[in-house]
């Protein structure tokens, strides 16, 4: 994740910001409708990660079975791959059936719809997307709209319509980016407030150069959290605790469910990142999301 990227941290103030004032709302009428113990998915946005092969991949593997071991080592994934295409059944059955029950994909919405078309005459194709990762079943999460930096205010109309017409069979995380969506209070509140009437969530981001996007707005007892990682100096693991407390603050007020995606420029970074906030999360909550952990690698025998 580029967006936001900065070389220099010196003079970024990685704090997190206390809550939007409706956000505490959300969550305390969401929370007598509490269906099941919350949950916490955590996750990166690709699992062809080479770099892992001899640690926290078995040595050798296929290209095919990348998933498989990624899936045992996360339990979610931003899926970036449909950003580029919708894929067809195969694929998907493929996807669904190389993971467990309990790993949830959260695929990106196609490029074609969200940049190309800017939401504009673009029914057919969320249709078929929508259809076409329906095929995940149960391990569906959250489909993710990015809307680019250029979706701007004046396209609140535009997103209305287009939410409004969204099948309800696909749970939907919405990102915004264009700077004017937060420098207004008055409309963050007015498109927060559509987002929530229908029942949408709204994407945080933590990246150092636009902390207006950390906007801690909740929409919906579900939390949509993208954090943008600077190769594991001091203020990654910072923002690892704060950010286990501030969930931890929120699941007990009732939110139902989290995620997780880390970016990190070197791949290696992201399970450390991951076992250290998992570790503080336990720590507050109890709950026990499996870390990503170094498996052992068969040793090679010897006849000496």
């Known amino acids: 994740m580029d967006f936001g990227r900065l070389s220099d941290l010196r003079y970024v103030n990685f704090r997190l910001p206390p809550d939007h004032p409706e956000t505490a709302g959300v969550l305390a009428r969401a929370l007598p409708a509490q269906p099941a113990p919350p949950r916490v998915y955590v996750g990166c946005p690709i699992w062809t990660n080479k770099a892992w092969l001899g640690s926290y991949f078995p040595a050798g593997i296929k290209d095919a079975d990348y998933l498989h071991h990624y899936a045992r080592q996360f339990n979610s994934i931003e899926l970036n791959t449909t950003h580029y295409r919708i894929p067809d059944a195969t694929t998907v059955r493929k996807w669904r059936d190389a993971v467990p029950a309990a790993f949830r994909f959260c695929p990106k919405f196609p490029q074609i719809i969200s940049h190309d078309r800017a939401l504009y005459n673009a029914d057919d194709l969320t249709t078929s997307f929508c259809r076409a990762i329906e095929g995940l079943g149960q391990n569906l999460g959250h489909a993710f709209l990015q809307l680019p930096p250029t979706f701007g205010p004046e396209h609140l109309p535009r997103l209305e319509r287009y939410l409004l017409d969204f099948p309800d069979y696909v749970p939907l995380a919405v990102e915004l980016r264009h700077p004017g969506w937060f420098s207004d209070h008055e409309l963050l509140a007015a498109v927060s407030a559509m987002l929530e009437a229908l029942g949408k969530t709204l994407v945080v981001s933590d990246v150092a150069g636009r902390r207006d996007v950390l906007h801690m707005r909740l929409t919906s007892p579900v939390a949509f959290i993208r954090l943008n990682g600077h190769g594991l100096v001091a203020s990654d693991f910072q923002r690892a605790d704060d950010w286990a407390n501030r969930l931890a603050s929120w699941l007990e007020a009732g939110l139902h469910t989290v ?20 570790g503080r999360l336990h720590a507050l909550t109890g709950m026990g999301v499996q870390p990503p952990r170094i498996i052992p690698q068969p040793v090679q025998g010897s006849l000496f």
């Open 259 to 278: 995620y997780v995606f880390i970016h990190q420029k070197d791949i290696m970074h992201s399970p450390v990142w991951a076992q250290h906030f998992l």
